[in-house]
């Protein structure tokens, strides 16, 4: 099997995921995915795909991620990882990550601020006199 690459996407983020079968080690910009992400809530949800279709171990996944914040970055690498997966084997995994969940993509985006107002939805203080 060669290289499969896939693009996830949360918020700003944008995490471009390049799978190849290995042992199981995920690079992120260069860095191991303990020092990229140091905390264990987001190294789960990094880990996601491959705990639910089995496939722990079974892939090195190299990343390059851009944008947004850290929670965002984590989505934006799980659904990438997941489109990676698909294209892998689809009959295998994309019943068990579409159950998951893992498949959609997250399409809420921050809402812009509008002129007048100090933000999307909030007004300025309101005086009668």
């Given at each position: ?6 693009l996830g996407r ?37 880990n996601q795909p ?21 929670k965002g970055q ?56």
């Amino acid at each position: 099997m060669k290289q499969v690459n896939a693009l996830g996407r949360r918020k700003s983020a944008v995490a471009r995921v390049y799978v190849v079968p290995g042992k199981g080690d995920i690079t992120i910009n260069g860095r191991e995915l303990n020092d990229y992400f140091k905390e264990d809530t987001l190294r789960y949800i990094v880990n996601q795909p491959f705990e639910v279709t089995g496939t722990t171990a079974q892939f090195d996944v190299k990343v390059n991620l851009d944008g947004g914040g850290i929670k965002g970055q984590a989505e934006a690498l799980r659904l990438g990882i997941s489109r990676a997966l698909c294209e892998i084997d689809k009959e295998a995994y994309r019943p068990a990550l579409k159950a998951a969940g893992f498949l959609t993509r997250d399409a809420r985006e921050v809402e812009r601020k509008k002129p007048g107002q100090p933000g999307a939805r909030r007004r300025f203080q309101f005086s009668k006199r």
